[in-house]
């Protein structure tokens, strides 16, 4: 069986979890999305790969601390699993041989 199938949104959001290394949630990660991407972000697209990606064990997820900015409600945040990792630099390789493998590519 080969490696489970992300999408493209699934990839970014699995990305910016990464970079955002212990304080993602789905507002700052919405808001990496849409800084890197200049892209119009859904939020609630974003939980949606999020719960995808917990589902398939490439991310984890825990309750932080209750803020009073939050009204006493807690983020849940989520970091990347050794899982997730692995997945992202097999995504990477195979991109980056695919780019490799453009002969005279004319936009380098």
Do not use: C
């Not at 490439?58 to 009204?71: D, M, N, Q």
């Not at 630099?89 to 695919?98: A, F, H, P, S, T």
Request: hydrophobic share 40%.
């Amino acid at each position: 069986m080969g490696r489970p199938y992300l999408g493209e949104f699934e990839e970014l959001v699995l990305l910016a979890v990464a970079v955002l290394d212990g304080a993602a949630y789905g507002v700052t990660i919405a808001a990496e999305l849409k800084q890197r991407t200049d892209r119009i972000i859904s939020l609630s697209g974003v939980h949606i790969a999020l719960y995808r990606l917990e589902e398939k064990g490439f991310v984890k997820s825990e309750l932080g601390g209750a803020t009073a900015a939050r009204g006493g409600r807690r983020k849940r945040l989520f970091g990347i699993t050794a899982a997730g990792k692995q997945t992202l630099g097999e995504m990477r390789q195979v991109r980056n041989e695919l780019w490799d493998s453009i002969p005279n590519p004319s936009w380098s």
